[in-house]
C-alpha cells in the first residue's frame, strides 16, 4: 500500500477513535483488504506522521496502550473553553499518595501512612481506584495480608508517559505543580470544584478529619497531663489535711492527759484549805 494512503488511512482511524491503538489494532483493519500493510510499513507510517504533525496544533502520542492524537499541551487553554466543565483539582493528600504508590510500587496502605505520618483515607484510595490510576496487585504476606497497590497503564496514559521509566525523579521534582499542568493544588477547593456549591470533597474533608484528630490528639494529652497534676495537687493536700489531723488529735490528747492533772492539784489546794481552817 502506497505510504500516503496508508498514512491518512492511520490518521482517520486515530481522529475517530476514542481510546488509544496498537500497532496490532491498527493492522488488524486491513484483514479484508487485498493490499495489506505489514506492521514495519504501519510503524513506519506512524512516525512519519509524528514528523508531518510537529507544526500543528496536534500530535501523534505513542503512551503505554499505544497511539493516539492529541492537542497539544499549549493550546489546551483555548480548547478547554469549548466545555464549561473546569478541569480536575487534587488535594495534596491524593497526590501524595499517588506518587507513593508510583514510585514506590508495590506498596500496602500501611506504609503509605507510615511515610506520610498520618491515616489514608478510604475515599482517596476508591477514586484511585474508581480512576483506574491503580490496582491490587496482590497482598503482602504478613498478618492481616494487606493489598499491595500499583499503577495502571491508565495512569501512563494520563500523564503522556509510556513507561515508569519516564517518571521524573525525585531529585528533579521541586513542586507537585510542575508534575502536570492539571494538577493544580488547591487546598482550599474540592476535587470537582463547583462554584455553585459549598461541599468540601472528600479528599479535602479527610485533610481535615486528619487536622481534626492531631488536634485531638493534643488536647486529649494536654488534659492527661492537667488531671496529672490535679491528682498531685489533691494528694498533697490530703498529706497537710492528715498532717493537721494528726496535731489536732496530738493536742486533745495532751489536753485529756492534763485535764486529770489539774483536777488533782484542785482537789489538793482545797484540803490544805480545809486543814488551815481547822488549824485556826
Do not use: C
Given at each position: 500500500?502506497?505510504?500516503?494512503?496508508?498514512?491518512?488511512?492511520?490518521?482517520?482511524?486515530?481522529?475517530?477513535?476514542?481510546?488509544?491503538?496498537?500497532?496490532?489494532?491498527?493492522?488488524?483493519?486491513?484483514?479484508?483488504?487485498?493490499?495489506?500493510?505489514?506492521?514495519?510499513?504501519?510503524?513506519?507510517?506512524?512516525?512519519?506522521?509524528?514528523?508531518?504533525?510537529?507544526?500543528?496544533?496536534?500530535?501523534?502520542?505513542?503512551?503505554?496502550?499505544?497511539?493516539?492524537?492529541?492537542?497539544?499541551?499549549?493550546?489546551?487553554?483555548?480548547?478547554?473553553?469549548?466545555?464549561?466543565?473546569?478541569?480536575?483539582?487534587?488535594?495534596?493528600?491524593?497526590?501524595?499518595?499517588?506518587?507513593?504508590?508510583?514510585?514506590?510500587?508495590?506498596?500496602?496502605?500501611?506504609?503509605?501512612?507510615?511515610?506520610?505520618?498520618?491515616?489514608?483515607?478510604?475515599?482517596?484510595?476508591?477514586?484511585?481506584?474508581?480512576?483506574?490510576?491503580?490496582?491490587?496487585?496482590?497482598?503482602?504476606?504478613?498478618?492481616?495480608?494487606?493489598?499491595?497497590?500499583?499503577?495502571?497503564?491508565?495512569?501512563?496514559?494520563?500523564?503522556?508517559?509510556?513507561?515508569?521509566?519516564?517518571?521524573?525523579?525525585?531529585?528533579?521534582?521541586?513542586?507537585?505543580?510542575?508534575?502536570?499542568?492539571?494538577?493544580?493544588l488547591d487546598e482550599h477547593n474540592t476535587e470537582m470544584p463547583d462554584e455553585s456549591s459549598d461541599k468540601s470533597s472528600p479528599d479535602e474533608t479527610d485533610e481535615q478529619n486528619d487536622a481534626e484528630h492531631n488536634k485531638n490528639k493534643d488536647e486529649t494529652q494536654a488534659?492527661?497531663?492537667?488531671?496529672?497534676?490535679?491528682?498531685?495537687?489533691?494528694?498533697?493536700?490530703?498529706?497537710?489535711?492528715?498532717?493537721?489531723?494528726?496535731?489536732?488529735?496530738?493536742?486533745?490528747?495532751?489536753?485529756?492527759?492534763?485535764?486529770?492533772?489539774?483536777?488533782?492539784?484542785?482537789?489538793?489546794?482545797?484540803?490544805?484549805?480545809?486543814?488551815?481552817?481547822?488549824?485556826?
Amino acid at each position: 500500500m502506497e505510504i500516503n494512503k496508508l498514512k491518512n488511512i492511520l490518521e482517520a482511524v486515530l481522529l475517530a477513535a476514542e481510546r488509544t491503538l496498537t500497532v496490532i489494532q491498527l493492522e488488524a483493519l486491513f484483514e479484508l483488504d487485498e493490499e495489506r500493510p505489514t506492521r514495519d510499513e504501519i510503524r513506519q507510517a506512524l512516525h512519519e506522521m509524528a514528523a508531518d504533525y510537529e507544526n500543528r496544533g496536534y500530535q501523534l502520542k505513542q503512551v503505554a496502550s499505544g497511539f493516539r492524537l492529541q492537542v497539544r499541551q499549549e493550546f489546551a487553554t483555548w480548547v478547554g473553553r469549548l466545555w464549561e466543565e473546569k478541569p480536575a483539582r487534587y488535594t495534596r493528600a491524593l497526590l501524595e499518595t499517588m506518587a507513593l504508590i508510583a514510585y514506590r510500587q508495590p506498596i500496602t496502605r500501611g506504609e503509605i501512612e507510615e511515610v506520610r505520618g498520618v491515616s489514608v483515607s478510604s475515599n482517596i484510595i476508591k477514586t484511585l481506584l474508581e480512576r483506574d490510576w491503580i490496582k491490587v496487585l496482590g497482598h503482602k504476606d504478613v498478618p492481616g495480608k494487606p493489598a499491595l497497590y500499583g499503577t495502571t497503564r491508565e495512569f501512563l496514559d494520563y500523564f503522556n508517559l509510556k513507561s515508569l521509566d519516564q517518571l521524573p525523579t525525585l531529585a528533579e521534582i521541586k513542586d507537585l505543580d510542575s508534575i502536570h499542568p492539571e494538577l493544580a493544588l488547591d487546598e482550599h477547593n474540592t476535587e470537582m470544584p463547583d462554584e455553585s456549591s459549598d461541599k468540601s470533597s472528600p479528599d479535602e474533608t479527610d485533610e481535615q478529619n486528619d487536622a481534626e484528630h492531631n488536634k485531638n490528639k493534643d488536647e486529649t494529652q494536654a488534659a492527661l497531663s492537667m488531671a496529672d497534676d490535679s491528682d498531685a495537687t489533691a494528694d498533697n493536700s490530703a498529706s497537710v489535711d492528715t498532717n493537721e489531723t494528726e496535731n489536732n488529735e496530738s493536742t486533745v490528747a495532751a489536753d485529756l492527759v492534763s485535764e486529770p492533772d489539774q483536777q488533782a492539784e484542785t482537789a489538793e489546794d482545797a484540803d490544805e484549805k480545809k486543814h488551815s481552817a481547822f488549824n485556826v
